[in-house]
């Protein structure tokens, strides 16, 4: 080894460090970059018999400045984070629907009972009759408008939902991509890691990390995939694409289903995800919000519709108008709303299920009869048949209940008959049961004429109003809740549990965001490109490349001195 070649190993070692290092600080602001070193060792020595003299340095390779701790730690924190902020994003809507307290549907119960008093000390007066249904549609007009603009939100997570799963496929297949051009890499550089790929693939998972959570796996230099409940979305070189799909049991939700194999065509085998099996990530955030906010919401002003009402005609269908006449519904409202699962072995067969219809005296049935729905929880149900016997499962509190094959079930405020569906179901066969859901939509005033309202206890006409002052005592009433809740107190109990909803998001959002800001500094004092410091090490690197130009340059001054002596 003599004076050129050290200087010439010196001077590809420099050259190389050079380009990393300017190849750092081109990528300083590339997001997933992970700054790289040139790896060198000595290039050796020569055995003399003064000793060993080294033969120069070698580039060994390139190497990333990667921590897969901090890595993974960092997409966990964002995958959790984003979920909070799609959930925080949606549920400030329902904040905003409910949280003035001054207009809306809590003033309009007020105004209905202020009038329905007026009209217990003025039954005759014409104009505390139309003052009363003026009060009443609007009322069932602000319960409409809330439960529409729920809906609207509802069919808002779907187009969500379809536009995630989109872009999810999309993730999968760039990273499958990223994973084919990764082994050809290795295989064609086996002793070398291509570090820009590594990047790229990694900057893939983690945004597709802020979608969905996902797990991953790798093995001979490709990663595979699943959801966090185990799932396979990409394993091998083949992609297991998400499907947004109409949910079997209830198809106003547009639901996410996963590749379960391939059929002989080719064809994707769908199944769905089981409710909360997705979780984290911008998806996870949706459906969560929609399980345990959005059609809790509906659902428990479907229940204060439903209670408003029954109790209202309960008492209406006991007095008389101003003709004499027996009081009608003063409300209509829809009753459960049961919907057979499309899977099911006979899919037109149905359940039957009501709210309960009791008489007012057992003895007397032309004293008609009352609804009493104080027992309704605001929560969703499905009927399953489990080895020939029936039975309802909360879907809220998963508590099951057998039901009876013949005769009435009396479960929860509502009457519920299988009894149809023995000879046409099978194992396996669900209904879905939602007692609230469409009330909130549904609810009107049934009662258009003014002389219509039946204020008077007994059929005389203008003689009281002592069926209007009945009514009106149902303001404070305890009519829902089995006799804990009144109307108020049921309006009461949605708007707070928004409320509570959205601050509790919004503390573990904003307690999210500094753990994402310390995970992401974490990884960044490992990883990241620091231009101070690349510059410092360009001037460092400069000057060894001059060094060993240098060395060349004397190694051929000495050759000469050696030509001019034998001259």
Partial sequence: ??????????????????????????????????????????????????????????????????????????????????????????????????????????????????????????????????????????????????????????????????????????????????????????????????????????QLVSELSQLVDVRTIEQDGRISLTSAGGQMMLGGDKVYPLHAVRSAQNPERLVVGFTAAFDQNGQAVVNEFREGALKGGSLGGLLAFRSKSLEPAINSLGRLAVGFAHAVNDLHRQGYDLKGDAGLDFFSVQGPHVVANSRNSTPGSMPAVSFPKEPVDPADPSKGYTQPVDKLTGQDYRIEKVNGQFQLRNLTTDTVSPLSSTGVNKIDGMDIDVSALGAVSSDGDTWLVQPTAMAGSSLSVNIKNPQDIAAAAGATGTANGDIAQKMAGLRNEKVLGEGSLSLNDAFGQIVNRVAVQTQQNGTAAQAQLKLIQQNYAAQQAVSGVNTDEEYIKLQRFQEQYRASSRLIDISSQMFDTLLSLRA
């Avoid at 701790?69 to 924190?77: D, E, G, K, N, P």
């Fill in 1 to 202: 080894m003599n004076l050129a070649n050290l200087g010439l190993s010196g001077l590809f070692a420099a050259q190389q460090r050079l380009q990393v290092t300017g190849h750092n600080l081109n990528n300083a602001d590339t997001v997933g970059y992970n700054r790289q070193s040139v790896l060198s060792q000595t290039a050796g020595a020569t055995g003399t018999g003064s000793g060993y003299i080294g033969r120069g340095v070698q580039a060994v390779t390139v190497q990333r400045s990667y921590d897969n701790f901090l890595y993974r730690q960092l997409v966990r924190s964002q995958t959790e984070g984003a979920a909070l902020v799609s959930y925080g994003n949606e549920i400030k809507q329902l904040d905003n629907l409910f949280s003035d307290r001054t207009v809306g549907i809590s003033p309009a119960i007020q105004k209905f009972f202020d009038g329905m008093e007026a009209l217990a000390s003025q039954p005759a007066d014409p104009s505390a009759r139309q003052e009363l249904l003026g009060r009443a549609e609007s009322l069932a007009t602000q319960i409409n408008d809330a439960t529409a603009y729920m809906k609207r939100v509802g069919d808002n997570i779907n187009a969500q939902v379809d536009t995630t799963v989109t872009q999810i496929n999309s993730y999968l297949e760039r990273i499958n991509d990223l994973n084919n051009q990764i082994v050809t890499a290795k295989g064609s550089n086996p002793f070398h890691e291509p570090n820009d790929l590594l990047d790229q693939r990694e």
